[in-house]
């Protein structure tokens, strides 16, 4: 299953589908996306990133749309697992503010077996 | 080495203690970062140390003193909390300020 469009707090997927996480982000300065995934009990772990000057970005099996019109931001996980189970953030880097980070409120994704 | 370590896992103090919680990386990176983390919400930036030093202090209370000994090292000194302060303490660092982070594990703090 997928989900598209706005941002939902949790997504249930079964495994093999294909998963859609959306993020709404809202400073137009913002310049530097980037998407961490926090498994239970861990800190949040890098998965990928994307600059203004781009709209797509692929890696292993994760994808990454960017809108800039509209501000929005998705990620795309390909096959999903189980071992994708967590917590996905996005985070919005403001350039002139270089490492200032504000993190969305994540989406708690769940895979089915 | 490609990791971020924070200790202590767990602390728990009161209100008038003093205690620090510290972070380490050797991945060459140069900036650093604290977060504070509630259950179930966004980790909020405290913090920020870019070539060691404080460029971003996100109206924190005093109370938490940040500290960056050299590039490899950042301790948080807290003293006088309150509970509210409890929390999970999240220490990060990323090759330069406007690049992906890399997180530890955090310290799960109580003040009681």
């Known amino acids: 299953g997928e989900s598209v469009g706005l941002h939902l707090p949790t997504l249930s997927v079964q495994e093999g589908d294909n998963s859609i996480i959306n993020c709404a982000y809202s400073n137009s300065a913002s310049d530097y996306f980037i998407w961490y995934k926090q498994e239970s009990g861990k800190g949040p772990q890098f998965i990928i990133d994307?600059?203004?000057?781009?709209d797509k970005r692929q890696g292993q099996r994760v994808t990454v749309l960017l809108n800039k019109t509209v501000k929005h931001l998705s990620l795309q996980i390909a096959a999903t697992q189980p071992g994708d189970s967590a917590v996905y953030f996005c985070a919005e880097n403001n350039g002139p503010n270089a490492g200032k980070s504000t993190f969305g409120d994540g989406t708690t994704l769940t895979v089915k077996p | 080495d490609t990791e971020v370590t924070q200790t202590p896992k767990h602390l728990v103090m009161g209100m008038t203690n003093k205690k620090s919680l510290k972070c380490e990386q050797h991945m060459g990176h140069r900036a650093m970062y604290w977060y504070k983390q509630k259950a179930k919400k966004p980790p909020e930036l405290m913090f920020v140390y870019s070539y060691e030093k404080l460029s971003i202090n996100e109206s924190v209370p005093s109370r938490f003193s940040p500290e960056c000994p050299n590039s490899s090292l950042l301790n948080l000194h807290l003293h006088a909390l309150q509970p509210e302060d409890s929390a999970l303490y999240l220490c990060a660092s990323s090759p330069a300020a406007d690049y992906e982070q890399y997180f530890g594990p955090g310290t799960r703090l109580t003040v009681t």
């Open positions: 994307i600059r203004s000057n781009m």
